[in-house]
């Protein structure tokens, strides 16, 4: 079955750490986005990539990195720059922008 | 710029009772709008969408027709069921297909 798979499920990160989340999709779309979900703010987007080789900042990038190398691979890497790191990513593909986004399960993120 | 507001959380229902979650949306153009429905520790799953004004989407029972003369979207189903417990977002894809924005998210929870 195609599908778009995040791993890993709960990731904990120490202080000062990079930490790199991964999203890994199966259904040859050429669009993908990397969300971050905290309680009552809804989705912000942090980047997206509509082909290989390419990507946008989003409204939150401040303190994340992507890398965009292979159409089914978008990792996201948090950076100790980020300063509340804390919160449940989400990465999504969709065969072209503007069309409807296929999500992943999401990766929780904590600090310890 | 664009934007999606949803009537606020959470909204608790007896089975078989009547819902509708409101949803007002700003955009310039012609903006492709969607339901997401997301439950406990997953990623979001598209619910229904409609690409054009007087459209209506529907989906395992659930309803929302697009209204460009009030900018709306509202989500109605007419009897629920305990599984439609989750929550449920509200989006729209603006007319440049680079970006989704998504309102807040409403809590749905569905008793005996």
């Known amino acids: 079955d195609g599908g778009i798979t995040q791993s890993p499920k709960y990731l904990f990160r120490k202080e000062g750490q990079n930490v790199t989340l991964s999203c890994e999709q199966n259904l040859n779309h050429d669009a993908m986005y990397w969300y971050r979900q905290d309680p009552g703010q809804g989705l912000r987007l942090i980047y997206y990539?509509?082909?290989?080789?390419?990507?946008q900042k989003g409204d939150i990038a401040e303190g994340y990195s992507v890398s965009r190398e292979k159409k089914e691979s978008f990792p996201l890497t948090v950076t100790s720059a980020q300063k509340n790191p804390t919160a449940f990513y989400l990465c999504?593909?969709?065969?072209?922008?503007?069309?409807?986004?296929?999500f992943g399960d999401g990766t929780r993120l904590s600090i310890l | 710029g664009n934007s999606v507001t949803q009537m606020e959380g959470p909204v608790t229902l007896s089975e078989e009772a009547f819902l509708t979650i409101n949803c007002t949306y700003t955009?310039?153009?012609?903006?492709?709008l969607f339901w997401y429905v997301q439950y406990p520790g997953e990623g979001l799953q598209l619910l229904l969408k409609a690409t054009k004004a007087d459209d209506k989407g529907s989906n395992k029972g659930f309803e929302a027709t697009y209204r460009k003369e009030t900018t709306s979207f509202h989500l109605e189903k007419g009897s629920v069921q305990v599984s439609d417990s989750a929550v449920y977002f509200c989006?729209?894809?603006?007319?440049?297909?680079?970006?989704?924005?998504f309102g807040t998210g409403t809590s749905l929870t569905v008793i005996p």
């Open positions: 990539s509509q082909i290989v080789n390419d990507f």
């Open positions: 999504a593909s969709s065969i072209d922008p503007g069309q409807p986004q296929h």
């Open positions: 955009a310039t153009g012609y903006p492709s």
């Open positions: 989006a729209l894809s603006d007319n440049t297909g680079n970006q989704f924005y």
